[in-house]
């Protein structure tokens, strides 16, 4: 494995390619003169690109095929650079895919490869027939398990056994700097606990997003009581939502700067003492910036979405959560949970990290 050519698919979403990072990571530590390719879709492939684990990032179409795909004028087109991307992963002759996936798509890229060892998930654990592809199948346990748990088990059909893993995100000079002159610029000194919180979602995931006044709620009594610093951190589209919480706020908070990649983010985050949001990609990102994270449930599944490291779970035992019902209108796993509930959840992890 030490000098192998090793193809990674796990193309979206955000969230699950950050989580796919600490496997590859360890991958990469146990093989270190090994060469380490990605195939991943457009949002994550600046991201990948800027950690030094990953040599190659080959980026996957999706939105510009399935629009080429459905056009008259653009399928011939599209079908010649389908053709094009299979051509090229054959000629670069991988020893081993890993697909961390597990649906068809990654499924069919894995067998397309021309790889003589495909690694993959059993056929419990796939979606869509995926299983078919891969010549190696990895076993998950019958308990549920959390999804970073889930991917460094896909390890153990290279050989690799990993039972403690430590991650810390890498973040360039330059997001460095911007990040540091955002905070250099403040007109006001930071309180500490600076406490990062943020509220957003992508529009596809509405159903994760806690209530606004319960937000205002918790941010006031944080500043009132814990005379902690609160920065309210967004990314597009959630800036009015942001602003929205603020204006309900009676005690002052921090505005975040707008960030341009996830590393930048992170670097916020690496600033402050603390993060409370959602079940989202930001938070995996703090987690795995390495500050202690306050997660606020809704149908979601708490165990397969838990945090990198230290954190506490907020989260209402009703019997219809965790569920996939993301339509839900009711969403009563989230919005009965309470504002004094994620302050009390605040000040234990703020007490056990003190």
Known sequence: MDSHKILILRLSAVGDVIRTLPAVKALKEHTPYSSITWIVEEPSQAFLESQPEIDEVILFPRKRWTKGIKSLRGIGGTIKEMWALIIDLRRRRFDVVLDFHGILKSGLLSFLSGSPKRVGYDRRSTKEGNCLFSNVKVKLPKERISRFQRNLTLLKGVGLEVRELQYNLHISTEDREYVESFFNTLSVSLKRPLIAIHPGTSPKALFKRWMPDQYAQLADRLVRELNAG????????????????????????????????????????????????????????????????????????????????NHIKVRKEVGCSPCHKYSCKELVCIKTISADEVFKATKEILSLTA
């Open 230 to 309: 609160v920065l309210f951190t967004w990314g597009t589209e959630e800036l009015e939502w942001v602003e929205g919480i603020q204006k309900e706020m009676n005690e002052p908070s921090l505005l975040g700067p707008k960030t341009e990649s996830l590393t930048q983010l992170g670097e916020v985050y690496r600033h402050c003492d603390l993060y409370i949001g959602g079940d989202t990609g930001p938070m995996h990102i703090a987690s795995l910036m390495g500050i202690p994270v306050v997660v606020i449930y809704g149908p979601t599944d708490p165990i397969e979405n838990e945090p990198f490291g």
